[in-house]
Each structure stands twice: as structure tokens, then as C-alpha cells.
């Protein structure tokens, strides 16, 4: 993988610590998106990628799912309203037994484009109210970080949305398709919801119920499976693959490669899953993006406190 090399095995542990200072420590639960429910499905692709990848997800045989829609705070008494940017975490259960992820986010950009930045930054942040640095804190980041302007004003406008099947979620790193002639051609993921999108108003987030997603879910499932479709950008020339604090070109070409179908919800017991956006499989290679090697190692310090019980 590019540019896992480079990184400094400190910095995951360091990055661990700095969100348990801020936030707290809550034993077995993630250091971050700690508050999720777990589902169960069907991913179909179309052919339509197979000209741009090997991988075996991506051809024309379907294959089973397990889903994980999350709170993005780090602490797991925090209400569904509370924090307004949700996780969705996909793992496929590929043909021969082996298994990919892929980890998406309803918001497209981040805020920090190094793992130096981000240890920095959380360092920044001393309190936190609804999951956003204070007016003090803000402006010292954004005068040590001015690249993390645009992400941090999505954070801001984000709203709670009215179900976890009316989000658009965003990969905001790169990848690599890898085809049979060996072409790469950089992508990016988005899940875009059958359902629409639907977004609800802070006031009437707050009146909600703490987990009003979860019962929303199931009572929507009642109703008939959850579907989204799963699309792909196509970079160009001049789209970063190594800086996930940068949109893509607007113009850029977009082609939906899939079909998720969410058929029912999973009890909590298998929430020790541990979805890594680096585990891929042959077919698709990391970017050269920092922050998306640095999550790999974070994870897995995140993975081994949380199942020894710390």
C-alpha cells in the first residue's frame, strides 16, 4: 500500500489517546462512531465496473452483507441527534470465504489531511458542544490548518437526518481500480439512498427519542428491505488522490456499479467487527492518501483497547 510506510506507529496510539483525553474513555466501545447498529444484506453488482476491476465484488455474482450505521461521536450515551454526521460500514462476504469493507461517511470532505494534523487538531479541541470545537478552538485550527476550512463548515451545517436510508454517504478517501490490463483508475465511493434524501430541523432532531434511528430502521424494515445504490467517481487529471480536505471537480463522471439490500437488523452481540477502509481485495489498490493508511493503524489500536476491555 502507498504510503503506509511513511507513517509513524506512534502517531495511531497518540491519535487514540488525544480523543480519550477530550472525550473520555468508555471500555469496549470504538474510539469513534461508538453508537452503532448492525444489519444484514445483499450487494448486486451490474457489470458495469468490471471494465475497470478485477475485484470479485464487483462482477456479476451477489453477495451477502453485513452493515453498521453509527453515530460518529465517540461516546456511546450520546443521542442519534447528537452528533449529525452518520457512519455507514460495509463489509462483503466475498466468494472463497475472504471479506472487503468498505467505510463511508455522510459528509464528502475531511478536515484534516495528515495524520500530524489530525493528532494536532484533536489536541486543539479541550471541550466539545454537539461534536464541534468552540469559537476559540475553531479559530486557532483554522489558523495552524487553513485546509480544514471546508470540512469543518460542512461539520457545522450538518443535520441530523430523518433515517439512516435517507442519508448519502461518501468514502472521502481514494482508491485504485486495477483491471485485467492493469489500467488504475482512481475512484471514489458514494452510497446514494432508493429512499431519498431527508434531513430534519435541530429542533425537531432534539424532540426525537436517543435512538430514534434504530426504531426507525426496524420499523422501516417491516415495511420491505432498504436499498442504496452504490456509484463511483471517476478521478481526473487534477483530482487529489492524497489530500481528503479537497472536492473533487464537479464535472467529474459518476457510474453506478451496484445494488446494497438492507434485509433485517443484527443484535448487537457481533459489534466487535472490526471494518478497516484499507482491507481490500485484489482488484483495488490504496491512494497514497496519509490519512487513509493512518485510519488502518488508528483502527487497530481503537480494536485492540476496546476488545481487552479498555
Known sequence: MEGKDNLKPELASEAVDAIEKVVGTYPGYRRA????????????PNG???????????????????????????????????????GMAVKFQLPGGEETDLITVTIPLFFAKTPEAFVDIAHFIKSAKDGFPNLKELGKILLEYP????????????????SFATCQYYSIHAFYFMNTQGRRQAIKYE??????????????????????????????????????????????????TDDPTIAWSED?????????????????????????????????????????????????????RRTHGQ
Open 48 to 86: 458495469k465496473a468490471s471494465p475497470l476491476t478485477v475485484a470479485a465484488h464487483l462482477q456479476d455474482e451477489a453477495v451477502p452483507a453485513v452493515i453498521r450505521f453509527s453515530n460518529s461521536s465517540p461516546v456511546p450515551s450520546h443521542t442519534d441527534a447528537h452528533s449529525p454526521v452518520k
Open 147 to 162: 485546509e480544514s476550512k471546508a470540512g469543518l463548515e460542512m461539520l457545522k451545517e450538518m443535520r441530523s437526518p430523518a
Open 191 to 240: 452510497w446514494v439512498p432508493d429512499a431519498g434524501l431527508s434531513m430534519l430541523a435541530k429542533k425537531e432532531a432534539a424532540e426525537h427519542p436517543a435512538d430514534y434511528l434504530k426504531e426507525e430502521m426496524e420499523e422501516r424494515l417491516k415495511q420491505g428491505p432498504v436499498g442504496f445504490k452504490l456509484n463511483i467517481q471517476i478521478g481526473g487529471e487534477n483530482d487529489p
Open 252 to 304: 467529474k463522471q459518476v457510474i453506478t456499479v451496484g445494488h446494497l439490500m438492507i434485509t433485517n437488523r443484527v443484535e448487537s452481540s457481533v459489534d466487535h467487527l472490526l471494518f478497516d477502509p484499507t482491507n481490500i481485495p485484489q482488484g483495488i489498490e490504496c491512494s497514497n492518501d496519509p490519512i487513509l493508511h493512518f485510519r488502518h493503524r488508528a483502527y487497530a489500536v481503537s480494536y485492540e
Open 33 to 44: 462512531h461508538a453508537r452503532g447498529y448492525m444489519f444484514k444484506g445483499v450487494f448486486t
